[in-house]
């Protein structure tokens, strides 16, 4: 029988913030690589610890998060 998705929390804390994103993954593996892709999209640049919790609430991943490059920061808006 095919194991089905399941929900993970993913959280990164850094010195100011916390970031919090909920996604359905096959594994905390995947869910990870979905996070620190959210992460890249949304310009979030600081460096901290990510933790992935299962549906019950238990951390079963955690890893350091590290912006690669400054692409990693999204630039600024200029008014129009």
Request: glycine fraction near 4%; include cysteine.
């Amino acid at each position: 029988m095919a194991k089905r998705e399941e929900f993970f929390e993913c959280t990164l804390g850094s010195d100011n913030n916390e970031y919090r994103f909920h996604f359905r993954a096959w594994n905390a593996e995947d869910a990870e690589a979905h996070f620190r892709e959210a992460l890249h999209a949304n310009g979030v640049a600081v460096p901290g610890t990510l933790l992935i919790r299962d549906p019950q609430g238990r951390v079963v991943r955690h890893s350091a998060y590290t912006p690669t490059s400054q692409a990693d920061v999204r630039a600024p808006i200029a008014n129009a």
